[in-house]
């Protein structure tokens, strides 16, 4: 009884994580497809701590505005107040396990921060900088 449990345990914390590294693997080959690649994760870092100015506000904004610089605590959307879970795979599993959702933000997240849409290149790079946090 004990190993059953034990085996049924280490499958339910290894299911996240391989749909975690099963989506960013999907789509970097989709961006692949778009002459992107191959990614780096020190790019990926350097974008995700960029700095960009608002074109209306005047603002400066990069990600860990919402995000914090520690990704395995949880941040704080700036507008709404709403709590953003962590991002870092290690302290949340479900972050970077579902192709819809990473596109999804992408597309949100991008055009608010950098004032325009990630390029398959950028997408790649911060996935990767995010997979192994």
Not at 9 to 35: F, G, H, N, R
Not at 90 to 95: D, I, L, Q, T
Request: aromatic share 8%; with cysteine.
């Amino acid at each position: 009884m004990k190993r059953k449990l034990i085996f049924v345990t280490a499958i339910m914390v290894a299911i996240p994580l391989y749909a975690q590294a099963d989506a960013v693997s999907e789509l970097q080959a989709k961006y692949q497809t778009q002459s992107a690649g191959p990614f780096s994760a020190k790019a990926g870092e350097a974008l995700w701590n960029k700095k960009f100015i608002d074109a209306r506000s005047g603002k400066e904004r990069n990600c860990t505005v919402c995000h914090t610089t520690d990704l395995t605590k949880a941040g704080k959307h700036v507008r709404t107040g709403k709590v953003i879970e962590p991002l870092a795979p290690s302290a949340n599993p479900k972050r970077l396990a579902n192709v819809e959702k990473i596109e999804k933000w992408f597309v949100r997240n991008c055009k608010w921060t950098l004032g325009r849409a990630c390029s398959a290149q950028e997408k790649g790079d911060v996935l990767a900088f995010l997979k192994n946090l």
